[in-house]
C-alpha cells in the first residue's frame, strides 16, 4: 500500500473525531448559536451507494444561495455527489431543514465550490 493508502484512513479518522466535536459545539447551549452562524449539517443521498449521510460544513448565505467552500477537496468525498448537473441535498439551519439543489465546480486552482439553491 502506498503512502496516500495509509494517510486516507488516518485523516478520515481524524475528520470524523472533528465533525463529532463541530456536531457538540454546534447543539451546545453556550456555544451553539455561534457556531451555528457559519456551520450548517448538509444531508444527502450517495449517488452510488444510495446510502444518506450528513456532515457538517461551513457556509455563507446570500437569500436563497448558500456557497459551501470545500476545505482539502482531494482528501474529501461528499462533494463528489454534486459534480455535473449536481443533485438533491438539505441543510439544517434556523432550526429548520431546508431543502435544495446542489452543484459542485472545481476551478482551475483545484478550489471546490459547492453551490446550492435552496427550494423556495
Known amino acids: 500500500m502506498g503512502q496516500q493508502g495509509q494517510r ?8 470524523a473525531r472533528f465533525n463529532r466535536h463541530v456536531l457538540r459545539l454546534r ?3 453556550r456555544w451553539g448559536r455561534l457556531v451555528q452562524r457559519r456551520i450548517t449539517v448538509v444531508t444527502y443521498t450517495g449517488r452510488r451507494s444510495g446510502r444518506t449521510f450528513s456532515t457538517p460544513v461551513s457556509y455563507r448565505r446570500a437569500g436563497d444561495t448558500v456557497t459551501i467552500s470545500v476545505k482539502l477537496p482531494d482528501v474529501k468525498n461528499w462533494w463528489r455527489n454534486f459534480t455535473g448537473d449536481g443533485g ?5 439551519f434556523d432550526g429548520v431543514e431546508h431543502p435544495g439543489h446542489a452543484v459542485a465546480r472545481r476551478d482551475d ?5 459547492v ?3 435552496l427550494d423556495s
Open 8 to 15: 486516507r484512513p488516518l485523516l478520515a479518522r481524524v475528520a
Open 115 to 117: 453551490t446550492v439553491a
Open 88 to 92: 438533491p441535498i438539505s441543510l439544517h
Open 109 to 113: 486552482r483545484g478550489r471546490v465550490t
Open 27 to 29: 447543539s451546545s447551549r
